[in-house]
């Protein structure tokens, strides 16, 4: 039982650590804690229904579909909502992310209503290794999670947009003077972790239920797995959903089942208090 | 022509306001207001929209026909959401700002008490269909009436089954919420302890994962697990069962596997057992209903709970008409004498209801959702239960027992 667990863990952890590392990436970019994330990962997952079901187009061709669109609408809401709001301070952010994210739930909700929905591909039987039960769906999500956490570390450290928006992270009005164009950064990093957050929408439909709250149920553990590894640090995102997987999963070894929803919370609220940079990051020093 | 409204002008128009208003006012005090509080969204979702628009033909209708004590209908709808914070929310808002006299509809457990407490003291009456058997006990001054058979007499009938299969264990595992316990501690009364593998594992709903509960049920590889919840968690909860392989039987209620859950799952659904209380297909009130919402008689269960929202407007409107009044101690009262008790004229709607009870005739209103019987706490004192199993994507009825 126990690694199995263990498996359970790994495939929690590999549903969580895209979009901390999106997540992260957009607070880099944005310099606020983007809630919306639950909302965007929510419109992935029915953007990608519809080409899947409504549209009868295969699987593959779905995902793409959905990625695109909800990087279109990460990067839209950026202009509309939250580029206007740039001054504020990162708390009126937040709370403007929050009701951004029951808005885009809603809208959902309106065009869908709130039933349960699958994709149109059978469900699967698992393959034993070593006593563990996992299904090949479940090791391509594994997978795919790895490529894009590496993928995500090449583009940042060795492509001109990469370092351009490590530039714009560290010192957003020195990057300016240098000629980066803040525009076309944020719009490129919106787009990025857009297309993540799509991606993910699909991965939660195909472990869980396609609905109108399947993003905003992954919100806390993909916070939690951000401020454990350290929020602005993709590398930390991802030892943070490895750890807050792990954890979410291993609780019921000790606690009831119905505790496990706490985990998240408890971890947030731990690293927060005793070392806020997390893991990964780096300590802010305010002058 | 300029309007300038300054403070002195817009202080006058208050006052003509004032002078005028009581005539507004007096046309809304004529209307009976009622609640209609459903869950449009969450697990109850996919019931809710069904008991809103009974609630609303009814009232519509009655309107039509000049009302009850000369009185016209005025409905508030809310959306529970199935959550009782939003509930209870929505409750203070029919309560203090709407007037209701009843507040209708609520369908989990947690949401029809979480709102009795302010209902109680408001002195409104509730109408629901939920199964908590903490729902009579908390209502202490009578004016809950529950159109629905509580869970552990679903619990026992889904038992029944299980036991003439002859599984020999069981792991019990269910949505963390009044429903669905008291049905897991009539299920284990019935099957036997010792047939029950472990502990019942509690799980919440809208978790991230349900991996590691569906690792622990199946452990010790039970013959057969019963999982009561609702139909967002079940599909997750089942689509992990069978992801991680297990191959005995999975028994529900009939609440968690509805037509988006055969959709959701797809030829993976196949074999599923489970049980649900059902309209009496063969009432005329039935009949009516599915008339009235524009649907064909399959011969088959449809809106198991749209019914009970027609029985529930019919039952409170008929029972307003007989008490002579909107005090609600008295319109409670009156809902037993609509309802139950033998030696009286049965009406299958609220239409003759009414004329019957105008022409001072006794009645007994037969529902669309049961035949609307009340023991001395306001619990429907039965209904029939159905048990099916899913075979090629559709409910195959195993059994229907009559109440």
Redesign the interface.
Same mark, same amino acid.
């Given at each position: 039982?126990n690694l199995? +667990?263990f498996v359970?863990g790994l @495939?929690?952890a590999s549903?969580?650590a895209p979009p901390a590392i999106a997540f992260t990436l957009l607070f880099g970019v944005l310099r606020f804690p983007n809630f919306a994330i639950g909302g965007y990962i929510t419109v992935g997952a029915f953007m990608a229904y519809t080409a899947n079901v409504i549209f009868a187009w295969p699987l593959v061709a779905a995902t793409l579909f959905a990625m695109a669109v909800t990087a279109l609408v990460v990067w839209l809401s950026d202009v509309v909502v939250f580029a206007p709001l740039r001054n504020q301070e990162p708390v009126t952010l937040l709370v403007v992310s929050i009701a951004f994210s029951l808005i885009l739930e809603n809208l959902v909700?309106l065009f869908f209503? =709130? $039933? @349960?929905?699958?994709f149109d591909i059978? +469900?699967?039987?698992?393959i034993?290794v070593m006593g563990a039960?996992i299904?090949p769906?479940?090791l391509d999500i594994l997978m795919l999670a790895f490529a894009i956490t590496v993928a995500v570390h090449v583009v940042l450290r060795f492509t001109r947009f990469g370092k351009a928006m490590r530039a714009v992270a560290d010192n957003p009005v020195l990057a300016q003077v240098r000629g980066l164009s803040l525009r076309w950064i944020t719009a490129g990093t919106c787009a990025l972790a857009g297309a993540i957050f799509g991606l993910t929408g699909v991965f939660a439909g195909l $472990? +869980? @239920? *396609?609905?109108?709250?399947i993003g905003?149920?992954?919100t *806390?553990?993909i916070f939690a797995a951000a401020i454990l590894g350290g929020i602005g640090s993709p590398m930390g995102a991802l030892v943070g959903a490895i750890c807050v997987g792990m954890a979410?999963?291993?609780? *019921?070894l000790v606690l009831? =089942?119905?505790y496990? *929803?706490a985990v998240g919370f408890l971890i947030i609220a731990v690293f927060l208090l005793l070392r806020p940079q997390g893991l990964f990051g780096q300590p802010e020093i305010k002058k | 022509m300029a309007i300038n409204l300054t403070r002195r002008n817009a202080l006058k128009l208050g006052a003509a306001t004032a002078v005028f208003a009581p005539s507004i006012l007096r046309a809304q005090g004529a209307e009976i207001n009622v609640g209609s509080l459903t869950p449009n969204t969450g697990g109850g979702g996919p019931f809710g929209p069904n008991i809103t628009a009974s609630h609303k033909r009814v009232a519509d209708l009655v309107n039509g026909q000049g009302g009850v004590l000369g009185r016209q209908i005025r409905l508030y709808q809310e959306n529970s959401e199935t959550n009782p914070e939003t509930a209870v929310r929505a409750a203070d808002k029919l309560i203090n700002v709407n007037g209701v006299v009843g507040i209708l509809g609520t369908w989990s457990s947690s949401v029809t008490l979480g709102i009795m407490p302010k209902c109680q003291t408001a002195g409104v009456i509730q109408m629901c269909t939920s199964s908590s058997s903490d729902i009579p006990m908390a209502d202490e001054k009578g004016l809950v009436f529950n159109f629905q058979a509580l869970s552990p007499v679903w619990g026992d009938a889904i038992a029944k089954l299980a036991v003439t299969r002859g599984y020999g264990s069981y792991g019990l595992m269910a949505l963390n919420n009044d429903f669905t316990k008291s049905m897991v501690d009539a299920f284990a009364a019935v099957v036997g302890a010792d047939k029950v593998i472990k502990e019942p594992l509690y799980y919440n709903a809208a978790q991230a994962s349900y991996r590691s509960e569906v690792t622990s049920l199946i452990e010790d590889e039970p013959d057969a697990v019963f999982i009561p919840s609702y139909v967002t968690d079940f599909t997750a909860v089942y689509k992990e069962l069978y992801r991680q392989g297990y191959e005995g039987a999975v028994i529900t209620t009939g609440l968690s596997v509805g037509p988006k859950f055969k959709e959701a799952v797809g030829d993976a659904a196949d074999g599923v057992i489970h049980g649900l209380p059902v309209p009496p297909l063969e009432s005329p009130a039935y009949g009516e209903y599915l008339k009235e919402a524009g649907l064909e008689d399959t011969g088959n269960v449809q809106h198991p709970f749209g019914t009970a929202g027609r029985d529930q407007m019919s039952t409170l409107l008929l029972a307003i008409e007989k008490a002579g009044t909107t005090d609600t101690a008295a319109v409670a009262k009156a809902i037993w004498q609509v309802t139950t008790g033998e030696g009286k004229r049965t009406v299958y709607n609220v239409t003759d209801g009414l004329a019957a009870i105008r022409a001072g005739e006794e009645i007994n209103y037969s529902g669309a959702s049961s035949s609307i019987e009340f023991d001395a706490e306001g619990m429907v004192l039965g209904r029939d239960f159905q048990l099916a199993e899913i075979r090629g994507g559709e409910d195959v009825v195993l059994e229907r027992l009559k109440f």
């Open positions: 039982m199995q +667990l359970n @495939v929690n549903l969580i909700r209503a =709130s $039933d @349960v929905r699958g059978p +469900l699967e039987r698992p034993k039960r299904t769906e479940q $472990d +869980l @239920v *396609i609905e109108p709250l905003w149920n992954l *806390i553990p979410e999963e291993l609780t *019921i009831p =089942s119905t496990k *929803i | -």
